[in-house]
């Protein structure tokens, strides 16, 4: 076998070990959205690591969602700023690009560690009731807590997967105070992307075997 036959063999391995780990999510890269750098009080539009949060605030677009921070450094979250409003505020996470990502886990609490005189059902994200209400778009469910303890509980959605959008509702009231962290977030990296970093191995590969230059 010649050396050139060997070499295209070694780069077909390579564009094919690239194309797989792109189709199968190896190469997903993981952030988690914290709000610690976030300085306390109002949520304005923000973006970051390749995500961008902004809030819709129903019915009319007065309240808003805040961060607080619950004692020590890098313990900021976020919660609704107005419990009185009893149609909730909205945290919408989305792609800048975007491309789907997935929830991997984000924590939540009741700050007010009281119970919820409503308790979370299965149905879909609609009628009343003081919860959470965690939905991915276009697909993906709603999932509803009414989390009664100021400890912060680490939950995982099992099907919030390749979704272009994460909504994150807080319906909080009275003994309620709904509050979130450390959202989880997983995104693959666009076809393109794991190409131009497949050509790159395969440059870096063909430059550790070329031999060096005769003087």
Known sequence: MTMLMMMMRKVTLLVLLVVFGWSSGAWATTFTLTFDA?????????????????????????????????????????????????????????????????????????????????????????????????????????????????????ISPIDLTDITQLQVRLVSRGSLIHAVDNIVLSSIPEPSTALLLGLGLIGFSASKRRPASRI
């Open 38 to 154: 976030l300085p306390t009080g109002d949520i304005a539009p923000f973006t970051e690591n390749g995500y961008m949060i902004t809030t819709d605030n129903y019915p009319n677009h007065t309240y808003n969602l805040a961060i607080q921070n619950v004692g020590g450094a890098n313990q900021n979250v976020f919660l609704d700023a107005t419990p009185e409003n009893v149609f909730g505020t909205q945290m919408i996470i989305q792609r800048i690009d975007g491309t789907p990502f997935s929830l991997v886990s984000l924590d939540i609490a009741n700050l007010a560690a009281g119970s919820s005189p409503v308790a979370a059902g299965t149905s879909a994200c609609a009628g009343g009731g003081y919860r959470m209400e965690i939905q991915g778009a276009p697909t993906g469910g709603c999932h509803l807590y009414t989390p009664n303890s100021s400890t912060f509980t680490t």
